[in-house]
């Protein structure tokens, strides 16, 4: 009992030293509208992400988290028809500015996509495989390093260091998330995006993962999109309400899992429509 | 409110709320059954109020057993959440209602026996009436969502405190102008301070209900007066 006690306070503790660091804006969306075509996808988005917290987006299939979630590293880029308004900054910087080097932003804000995608390569070589065109280690042992790491940093390495030269394919869904999660870690990133990294796993590797976003935070900007409400309550600290492309609510996940403001929230976290 | 798009997630809610809204009417007609048997020295009626204590017991149960299979089913969220864990909370409360009910129930033979308790029970009827007003009160404006009335009520407790006050006095008065009113006058001051008590848990419940009714929490301080407890220990 007293042993909590003193973790509580700990993490109390904690929690205030880094509060000053948690209101440091990482990135933030300034009237972001998407366009696919002529179909406009998301309206006026204003939206920041805190350093070192899980910022949630949820909201119905459609609502637009996605899309934005997609804008936040420039993978829109990679549809023809899709065009971006509006501003998103990355520490201020504009991340849509011509002068901007899409592979090396693609490097800072890092992707975790909804299904496990490992190269078909071997266990080593899908986490060498970033460092290596970033041209982040020069030697062997540095890399040697940096995967280790990278698997340690992602909670597999115990579970895959005796076999790292077997194909990532190989291993479980859950193995599969968890080492796309180191993929994206070994090239130092600053955020991490998400994109309903669960929704192909079992509870007990949803529960790893979660874990593994919760110590995550600690050194990276965590952005995850989510269709389930426990999760987004259980691993962030703000929550995003998207609907029919707007941004419709943004706050402190506390609040906005027991006392929504608004209407369209309460009735999409409580199961009334969506 | 809308629908759920599950549709019996509406019903498993709607079925605590049905569980509550009987469990406050118990809880009204033994409050004021047991204060009539009291006052009339009616020993049938009290023994109603007491195997009534039963039938609270057993909705208590059987609204935990659904709040808790509702929570692992259903994942509840926001305003689901706090009327789930709100209904927990006052069925706890309303239980309790009933248990001090039952005990001034158990009381009646016991004080009618020593003494025709009329002449010294006027004062704990006008406290009975308070309490009374106070439990159908609450039951009311939970049901007709009123927050603000329940705000009002809860602060209404203060009344009842003032009472009790006065019902200490008097009937301390009593003990020292005759001892043989001692066992009677003992009697009655456990029945006012179980009627206090009452009030106590219709002011936990009009503070959850205004919680699961806003998600806002009712300021901790609210105004208290109980002098016995500084003029006599024993109280």
């Given at each position: 009992m007293n042993i909590m006690t003193e973790q509580s306070l700990e993490n109390a503790v904690g929690d205030k030293m880094n509060?000053?660091?948690?209101?440091?804006?990482?990135?933030?969306?300034?009237?972001?509208?998407?366009?696919?075509?002529?179909?406009?996808?998301l309206f006026d988005v204003n939206l920041d992400v805190r350093q070192n917290q899980v910022t949630a987006l949820i909201g119905p299939s459609g609502c637009g988290k996605s899309?934005?979630?997609?804008?936040?590293?420039?993978?829109?880029?990679?549809?023809?028809?899709?065009?971006?308004?509006?501003?998103?900054?990355?520490?201020?910087?504009?991340?849509?500015?011509?002068?901007?080097?899409?592979?090396?932003?693609r490097a800072r804000v890092g992707m975790v996509f909804q299904k496990p995608n490992p190269f078909p390569k071997s266990i080593y070589e899908n986490v060498a495989y970033g460092p290596r065109i970033h041209g982040l280690a020069k030697r062997k042992a540095d890399m040697d390093q940096i995967?280790?790491?990278?698997?340690?940093?992602?909670?597999?390495?115990?579970?895959?260091?005796?076999?790292?030269?077997?194909?990532?394919?190989?291993?479980?869904?859950?193995?599969?998330?968890?080492?796309?999660?180191?993929?994206?870690i070994a090239v130092s990133p600053e955020v991490i995006l998400m994109d309903e990294p669960c929704s192909a796993l079992d509870p007990i590797a949803t529960a790893r993962v979660e874990e593994l976003i919760d110590e995550l935070r600690q050194n990276y900007t965590i952005v995850i999109v989510t269709h389930s409400m426990q999760q987004a309550a259980r691993v962030s600290q703000r929550t995003a309400m998207f609907h029919l492309g707007y941004l419709v609510e943004e706050g402190a996940t506390d609040k906005m899992f027991t006392n929504p403001d608004d209407k369209r929230t309460q009735d999409y976290i409580t199961g009334r429509f969506g | 409110m809308g629908e759920h798009t599950v549709a019996s997630f509406d019903e498993d809610l709607e079925h605590i709320s049905k569980l509550i809204r009987d469990m406050g009417d118990l809880a009204r007609s033994m409050v004021g059954g047991s204060?009539?048997?009291?006052?009339?020295?009616?020993?049938?009626?009290?023994q109603r109020v007491v195997s009534d204590d039963a039938i609270m017991d057993a909705r208590q149960r059987e609204l935990d057993?659904?709040?808790?299979?509702?929570?692992?089913?259903?994942?509840?969220?926001?305003?689901?959440l706090r009327a789930v864990v709100g209904s927990i909370r006052m069925a706890g409360d309303l239980e309790r209602i009933g248990d001090l009910a039952k005990n001034i129930a158990k009381r009646v033979g016991t004080v009618g026996l020593s003494i025709t308790p009329r002449d010294l029970s006027h004062s704990i009827d006008a406290m009975a009436q308070l309490v009374l007003a106070q439990v159908q009160g609450v039951i009311e404006e939970y049901a007709a969502s009123d927050a603000a009335a329940l705000a009002k009520l809860?602060?209404?407790?203060?009344?009842?405190?003032?009472?009790?006050?006065?019902?200490?006095?008097?009937?301390?008065?009593?003990?020292?102008?005759?001892?043989?009113?001692?066992?009677?006058?003992?009697?009655?001051?456990?029945?006012?301070?179980?009627?206090?008590?009452?009030?106590?848990?219709?002011?936990?419940?009009?503070e959850n209900a205004y919680y699961v009714l806003t998600g806002q929490q009712l300021p901790a301080n609210r105004p208290k007066l109980d002098e016995t407890a500084m003029s006599a220990p024993a109280a």
């Open positions: 509060a000053k660091s948690n209101e440091v804006i990482k990135m933030r969306g300034d009237k972001v509208g998407v366009f696919y075509g002529d179909k406009q996808a899309t934005f979630l997609r804008c936040l590293n420039r993978m829109n880029d990679t549809i023809d028809s899709a065009r971006v308004t509006g501003k998103i900054t990355l520490d201020d910087e504009d991340i849509y500015d011509k002068n901007i080097d899409v592979v090396e932003l995967v280790e790491q990278s698997l340690k940093k992602a909670a597999i390495w115990n579970e895959v260091k005796d076999r790292l030269q077997e194909p990532g394919t190989g291993l479980s869904g859950g193995q599969q998330q968890r080492l796309c999660i180191a993929r994206a | 204060t009539r048997a009291l006052l009339n020295s009616d020993n049938a009626l009290a057993d659904r709040a808790i299979t509702l929570i692992a089913k259903r994942q509840p969220m926001a305003n689901d809860r602060n209404d407790d203060e009344r009842i405190d003032v009472k009790y006050t006065s019902v200490f006095r008097e009937l301390l008065t009593y003990m020292m102008e005759d001892p043989r009113n001692i066992t009677a006058c003992t009697h009655l001051l456990f029945c006012a301070k179980n009627l206090e008590r009452i009030g106590d848990h219709v002011t936990n419940i009009a």
